[in-house]
């Protein structure tokens, strides 16, 4: 295995940029527990998850930022996060977790590490999120890193809910 390029690091998540890992992804979206809210409730193909990793390699060399791939403090892969453009427009944040790591706080910690990551950058004055209108638990994550509801947004022949945060709304750091 070649050398990670560690991004960003929390207490227990480092995001590193992705080396390989069609397989990865593809078995992180290879459920229907794991893609109901997304992609139209279709587990994903080795080569959707190839298209999808050619695409992160190019968010990543174009603006700086994509979804990376998110480790455990031993090495185990748990899913992805991060934030690129949105029809390459807005900044949009995004994560998926395998269902081993849900319900610890993973997401949670990761978007707000994200959000700080974001800021500290300057990439830009903000950034969007959306979910499936019947993802509340993602919802719940959006709302405690400081994100505020707006518009809803379609994606996939859904109207999403959609959340917003700009550096102004991000919560004081104590």
């Known amino acids: 295995m070649t050398e990670q390029r560690v991004i960003l690091k929390t207490p227990r998540l480092t995001f590193v940029m992705w080396d390989e890992g069609a397989t990865l992804v593809q078995q992180l979206h290879s459920t229907v527990a794991t893609t109901r809210y997304l992609s ?3 587990p994903w193909s080795l080569q959707k998850a190839e298209e999808r990793l050619r695409g992160w390699f190019e968010e ?7 979804k990376y791939k998110l480790l455990a403090e031993d090495g185990r892969f748990l899913g992805r996060a991060g934030i690129s453009k949105f029809r390459n427009e807005q900044f949009e944040l995004g994560y998926s977790l395998r269902e081993e790591a849900w319900g610890k706080g993973l997401a949670t910690e990761a978007a707000s590490a994200l959000a700080d990551w974001f800021f500290e950058r300057e990439l830009a004055s903000g950034f969007i999120a959306f979910t499936h209108p019947e993802n509340t638990a993602s919802q719940r994550v959006l709302r ?19 959340f917003e945060l700009t550096a102004e709304m991000r919560p004081a750091k104590s």
Do not use: F, S
Not at 60 to 66: E, V
Not at 148 to 157: F, L, M, S, T
């Open 40 to 42: 139209g409730n279709v």
């Open 60 to 66: 990543q060399a174009r603006d700086g930022t994509t």
């Open 144 to 162: 405690k890193i400081g994100m505020r509801e707006r518009a809803p947004i379609p994606v996939d022949g859904v109207l999403d809910t959609a």
